[in-house]
C-alpha cells in the first residue's frame, strides 16, 4: 500500500493530489477533508455520506458501460478543485465537520448487493480522489462480491495514487473542463497538465474511460480549442472515448446564462470530426443522445431522458450490420435488447 504523505519532521506534506499541500498541526488541506493530526494526514470524512441514491449509469455519465442499468451513487463532502461554477457547490465547497453520523462499507456492498438491476457502486456527487481510503476500502469489498466499481472524477490526482485506484475500479468519467491552462487556472484553482496525465493514464490501463466537458459561454466554448481538444483525445486516448458536451448553468458564484444550445450543437459538430462518440447533454431535447455505429451509421441504441433502448447489437455488443464493436462491457448486466 503506497503512504499517501510525508513527513520529513519540518512538515508533513499529502501526496494524494497537485497540490501537494504543506499541512500544518490541526490544519486541513485544500479539499477540506484530509488533516494534519500529530504529523499524520488523516480522512476526516472516512464513511460520511452526503449523497447515496441508486441512479442509472447514464446519469454519471457513461454511457458505454454496461448500458441501460443501475448503480449505487454515494458521496461525500468537499473537493480539490475551486471551480466557480460547480453544480454541485453545496456539498464540494463545504467541510464535514459537524457530521457524526457514519456509515461502514459493509453496509454500502450490502445495499449495493440487494439493488435492482445494480452492476455496482459509484463514488461520484464530490470529489472522490480525496476520499481516497474510504473508496479504496468500499470498492475492495464490492469487487470481491462481483459488483463493479467507478469513479467520476475532476482528474487531479498524483500518479502513484492513481495506480492504486485504477487496480479497484473498473470505469471512470473524467471531467476535462477545458483545453486551455488559463481556465484552469483562474475558474477552477488548479492545472491542466496533471488532467491530461491522469487521462493517459486511465487509458494506457485500459479501464474503461468516459470524458465530460462542462461548456461555459466565453470561457471554453471556442471551436478551434474543441477541435484541438478532440483530436488530442483521438490521438493519445483512441477515437472510440466517449466525449459528453454538457450545457453550464448558473450556479454558485457564476451568474452568466445558462449555454445556448446551438453553441453544443457546434461544438458537437467540431468534435465529431475526430471522435466515434460524441454526446451532448443537459439539453431540451434528447437529440445527440442516440449511439450510432461509427463505421455503417445504425442506431445501436436509442436514449430518451434515461428511458434505454438497445437494438441492432448482438450479445456481445457488436451491431449486427456490421460486425463493429460499440460495448465493451455489455452482456452479463445490460438490459435485453429489442431488435
Ligand atoms: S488531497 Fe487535499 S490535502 Fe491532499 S494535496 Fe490534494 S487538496 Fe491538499
Redesign the pocket.
Known amino acids: 500500500m503506497i503512504s499517501l504523505y510525508k513527513n520529513d519532521g519540518a512538515k508533513t506534506e499529502?501526496l494524494?493530489?497537485p497540490?501537494?499541500?504543506k499541512?500544518a498541526e490541526g490544519k486541513t488541506?485544500?479539499?477540506g477533508?484530509?488533516k494534519n493530526n500529530g504529523g499524520i494526514i488523516e480522512l476526516t470524512t472516512y464513511g460520511v455520506i452526503s449523497g447515496y441514491a441508486l441512479d442509472p449509469i447514464e446519469k454519471k455519465p457513461l454511457y458505454h458501460f454496461y448500458p441501460g442499468t443501475n448503480i449505487l451513487s454515494i458521496g461525500s463532502y468537499g473537493c480539490?478543485m475551486r471551480c466557480d461554477f460547480c453544480q454541485n457547490y453545496n456539498i464540494s465547497q463545504r467541510s464535514a465537520a459537524g457530521f457524526t453520523s457514519k456509515t461502514e462499507p459493509e453496509k454500502i456492498v450490502k445495499d449495493a448487493l440487494a439493488a435492482l438491476n445494480n452492476i455496482g457502486i459509484a463514488f461520484t456527487y464530490n470529489e472522490p480522489v480525496?476520499w481516497f481510503e474510504f473508496v479504496r476500502d468500499t470498492a475492495l469489498k464490492a469487487r470481491k462480491k462481483g459488483l463493479r466499481t467507478v469513479m467520476v472524477s475532476n482528474g487531479y490526482i498524483n500518479k502513484e495514487p492513481l495506480d492504486e485506484i485504477i487496480s479497484f475500479t473498473d470505469a471512470f468519467n473524467i471531467d476535462l473542463k477545458a483545453f486551455n491552462n488559463d481556465f484552469y487556472k483562474k475558474l477552477t484553482g488548479a492545472d491542466l497538465e496533471p488532467v491530461k496525465n491522469t487521462l493517459k493514464q486511465i487509458s494506457g490501463s485500459g479501464k474503461h474511460l468516459e470524458i465530460t466537458t462542462l461548456i461555459i459561454p466565453g470561457h471554453n466554448d471556442n471551436e478551434d480549442e474543441m477541435a484541438f481538444q478532440a483530436e488530442w483525445i483521438a490521438h493519445e486516448l483512441g477515437k472510440d472515448i466517449p466525449l459528453h458536451l454538457s450545457r453550464y448553468f448558473p450556479m454558485y458564484k457564476r451568474e452568466d446564462p445558462a449555454t445556448p444550445q446551438e453553441i453544443i450543437t457546434k461544438l458537437e459538430a467540431v468534435a465529431s470530426k475526430y471522435l466515434n462518440y460524441v454526446y451532448i447533454g443537459n439539453m431540451v431535447s434528447d437529440s445527440g443522445q442516440n449511439t450510432k455505429c461509427p463505421v455503417c451509421g445504425k442506431t445501436v441504441t436509442k436514449r430518451s431522458g434515461y428511458n434505454i433502448r438497445l437494438q441492432n447489437l448482438d450479445q456481445k455488443g457488436k451491431c449486427t450490420g456490421c460486425g463493429t464493436r460499440i460495448y465493451r462491457n455489455f452482456t452479463s448486466f445490460s438490459s435485453s435488447i429489442q431488435n
Open positions: 499529502c494524494l493530489c497540490h501537494n499541500c499541512i488541506g485544500i479539499c477533508a484530509r480539490n480525496i
